[in-house]
């Protein structure tokens, strides 16, 4: 049987912006499968490997993994999660293209699968009301759910409403970790968008709202972009 051909979107922006938190929200909604990448690494941290030794000394520093490594890992997901019967459009890609070499790899890689590229999504908040976001956020130990402390608390505390795990602080969730990321955000990440947008597939998103009000803009946006194929 050939194989289909899907559909894919980007959500960018700056660390806190929220890609997360919206990524959870919008891609049940449009029949597209969340895949971040930082989610791939942390996994493949947990367990005990060479891999896992090797990328844990790249994140633990907050510096980003090598391009190869981490366009061979994601390809290597995307290719297992669309596979066989899966009824998704295609994949809502968060964290990842995080510089030019990545995105023109990708073009790549989606040219090669017969794949195309709907839109990217990007999320802005200003820089200085992201550090209190990414200091304050909790994670599902289990299943990857994001919370915040103040913005967005689990119904009980220091437990996932989705699965019931613990929730932890990220280890480079500190201040200086943070101030790390978001300094290679800015200068190698958002040139990418200039990429995007001259490409016709940048969908500008206003990230200072309130979460449900940001994910209905982002499923309606999106919605007509699949309903005009
Ligand atoms: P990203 O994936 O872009 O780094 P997250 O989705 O993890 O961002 O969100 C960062 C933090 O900000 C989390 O603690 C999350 O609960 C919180 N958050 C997300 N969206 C909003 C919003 N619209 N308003 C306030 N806080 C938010
Ligand atoms: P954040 O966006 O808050 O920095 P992520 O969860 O997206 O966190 O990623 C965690 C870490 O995983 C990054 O700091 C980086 O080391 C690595 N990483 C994630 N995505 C990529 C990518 N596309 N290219 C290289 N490294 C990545
Ligand atoms: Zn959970």
């Not at 500008?204 to 449900?212: L, S, T, W, Y």
Request: aromatic share 4%.
């Amino acid at each position: 049987m050939a194989k289909k051909s899907a559909a894919h979107v980007i959500i960018m922006g700056p660390q806190g912006a929220g890609k997360g938190t919206q990524a959870a929200l919008v891609a049940p909604r449009l029949r597209l499968e969340h895949v971040s990448t930082g989610d791939l690494f942390r996994q493949v941290m947990a367990g005990d490997s060479e891999l896992s030794t090797e990328i844990r000394g790249y994140v633990d520093r907050g510096a980003l993994v090598p391009d190869a490594l981490t366009i061979r890992m994601l390809m290597e997901y995307v290719d297992e999660v669309l596979g066989g019967e899966s009824e998704m459009r295609g994949m809502l890609l968060d964290g990842f293209p995080r510089n030019q070499a990545q995105a023109e790899a990708l073009d790549v890689a989606l040219r090669e699968r017969g794949d195309r590229l709907v839109s990217v999504v990007h999320v802005d908040v200003p820089r200085e009301r992201l550090m209190e976001r990414l200091t304050g956020r909790l994670v599902c130990s289990n299943c990857g759910a994001t919370y915040h402390r103040r913005f967005n608390p689990p119904k009980v505390d220091g437990v996932c409403d989705v699965c019931g795990a613990t929730l932890t602080q990220r280890s480079d969730d500190t201040p200086e970790a943070v101030e790390r990321r978001l300094s290679i955000y800015y200068e190698q990440t958002a040139p990418v968008l200039d990429y995007y947008r001259a490409a016709g597939l940048l969908l500008d998103v206003d990230g200072d709202r309130p979460i449900a009000e940001i994910s209905d803009g982002i499923v309606e946006a999106l919605q007509s972009k699949f309903d005009a194929d």
